[in-house]
């Protein structure tokens, strides 16, 4: 199998990777389309470095949270969480849990593009030493950040979501 075939099928099988990094960094659907083709041309170009030592999955993201940060950094672009995937909600179907998730999905798109990606990879279930691997800072470091996100979404979340 030829390298370039290998490379295809990985990326095939681990695309939700790229999705799901595009859908929280991005809004409209021509600047996530631009950041999934700069994702997998970032990807191909490293892919002669990729050794192995970890999963490819872990790489992959490593490598699409990178390319999502500084993707935009050149035309001084922001780049914000896509708040247009929460649903439009009609006023008679809205309960607390969607009211709740939709404030959640506010407040982090007020986070730091690093604190997104944190965010994100520990919705996933990755522990903190994965993430840590992804993001290259300590597991410590990780728990850190994430007790003072865990803070700051809550306090932002209140600013969104009233109680009835």
Same mark, same amino acid.
């Given at each position: 199998?030829?390298?370039?075939?290998?490379?295809?099928?990985?990326? &095939? @099988?681990?695309?939700? +990777?790229?999705?799901? =990094?595009?859908?929280?960094?991005?809004? %409209?659907?021509?600047?996530? !389309?631009?950041?999934?083709?700069?994702?997998?041309?970032?990807?191909?170009?490293?892919?002669?470095?990729?050794?192995?030592?970890?999963?490819?999955?872990?790489?992959?993201?490593?490598?699409?949270?990178?390319?999502?940060?500084?993707?935009?950094? &050149? @035309?001084?672009?922001? +780049?914000?969480?896509? =708040?247009?995937?929460?649903?439009?909600? %009609?006023?008679?179907?809205? !309960?607390?849990?969607?009211?709740?998730?939709?404030?959640?999905?506010?407040?982090?798109?007020?986070?730091?593009?690093?604190?997104?990606?944190?965010?994100?990879?520990?919705?996933?279930?990755?522990?903190?030493?994965?993430?840590?691997?992804?993001?290259?800072?300590?597991?410590?470091?990780?728990?850190?950040?994430?007790?003072?996100?865990?803070?700051?979404?809550?306090?932002?979340?209140?600013?969104?979501?009233?109680?009835?």
């Amino acid at each position: 199998m030829s390298v370039e075939s290998e490379f295809i099928g990985l990326l &095939k @099988e681990h695309q939700k +990777i790229i999705y799901k =990094v595009c859908n929280l960094y991005m809004q %409209s659907h021509a600047d996530k !389309d631009d950041l999934f083709q700069e994702i997998t041309l970032q990807a191909w170009k490293a892919y002669a470095n990729f050794r192995g030592d970890s999963k490819f999955s872990t790489w992959l993201y490593r490598v699409a949270l990178n390319t999502a940060i500084t993707f935009y950094r &050149k @035309e001084k672009k922001n +780049i914000v969480l896509n =708040v247009e995937t929460v649903p439009e909600l %009609s006023e008679n179907i809205i !309960d607390h849990v969607e009211e709740k998730t939709k404030a959640m999905y506010l407040a982090i798109g007020e986070l730091s593009k690093i604190d997104k990606a944190i965010v994100m990879l520990y919705l996933e279930d990755f522990t903190y030493t994965q993430i840590s691997e992804i993001i290259g800072i300590t597991p410590n470091n990780i728990a850190v950040k994430m007790n003072r996100i865990k803070i700051k979404l809550k306090e932002q979340t209140k600013k969104y979501y009233t109680t009835h």
